[in-house]
């Protein structure tokens, strides 16, 4: 099975920068995925990291340390439309299907 | 078109009513999912269904019964539920069902609510 661990909330100003982690444990690790969901809608997706290191995308980026179990999604720029849940979902096994997180609900303030 | 549809957007119904809830895609992905997400929790996987056939069945009760009539559609009939099946039920699609590693495309959802 897997253990994925993230804050449950947290709050940020607008235009300031956030880092929302998530820590996991499991075995075969088939990558780590970031998703956004808006209250009441469906889930996004943001990212897929499989490799170490840093991946950028616009204002988004995730980071990835597999010897660690650790991921986290840097949010620059914070804007009103960020407040959201975003779900860590990490693959493993012979699977590439991801299985979710808690999700960390992020309230931008103005 | 990346969109994957799901009708209705809410559902009411009662422990004893029959019920259908519908999903569809035209991204021409073969895999597809029905989701459980109870409110302030992560989605759970219920089914997986990969090229039209169900491939995952993570134990979910029979009163959830999933059909895919074609690569497009996927439908999940609802009978004899109980109160806390209650939740937003997500059908998400993706390319090949978990084989490589790759986006899954979610819904809008059906927000369900059975008395």
């Known amino acids: 099975g897997q253990n994925i661990d993230q804050p449950t909330e947290m709050t940020a100003t607008e235009g300031a920068i956030v880092q929302i982690n998530c820590t996991y444990q499991?075995?075969?690790?088939?990558?780590l995925f970031w998703y956004q969901q808006h209250a009441g809608e469906a889930p996004t997706f943001l990212s897929y990291n499989v490799l170490d290191g840093l991946e950028e995308k616009g204002r988004f980026s995730s980071f990835l340390s597999r010897s660690k179990g650790y991921s986290y999604l840097l949010l620059k720029e914070l804007q009103m439309k960020d407040s959201a849940s975003y779900l860590c979902?990490?693959?493993?096994?012979?699977?590439?299907?991801?299985?979710f997180g808690r999700g960390t609900s992020l309230i931008v303030h103005p | 078109d990346t969109e994957v549809t799901q009708t209705p957007k809410h559902l009411v119904m009662g422990m004893t009513n029959k019920k259908s809830l519908k999903c569809e895609q035209h991204m021409g992905h073969r895999a597809m999912y029905w989701y459980k997400q109870k409110a302030k929790k992560p989605p759970e996987l219920m089914f997986v269904y990969s090229y039209e056939k169900l491939s995952i069945n993570e134990s979910v009760p029979s009163r959830f019964s999933p059909e895919c009539p074609n690569s497009s559609l996927l439908n999940l009939h609802l009978h004899a539920l109980q109160p806390e099946d209650s939740a937003l039920y997500l059908c998400a699609s993706s390319q090949e069902g978990g084989l490589a590693p790759e986006t899954q495309y979610f819904g809008p959802g059906t927000r369900l609510l059975v008395l």
């Open positions: 499991t075995s075969g690790f088939n990558g």
């Open positions: 979902a990490v693959a493993s096994g012979g699977s590439y299907i991801p299985t």
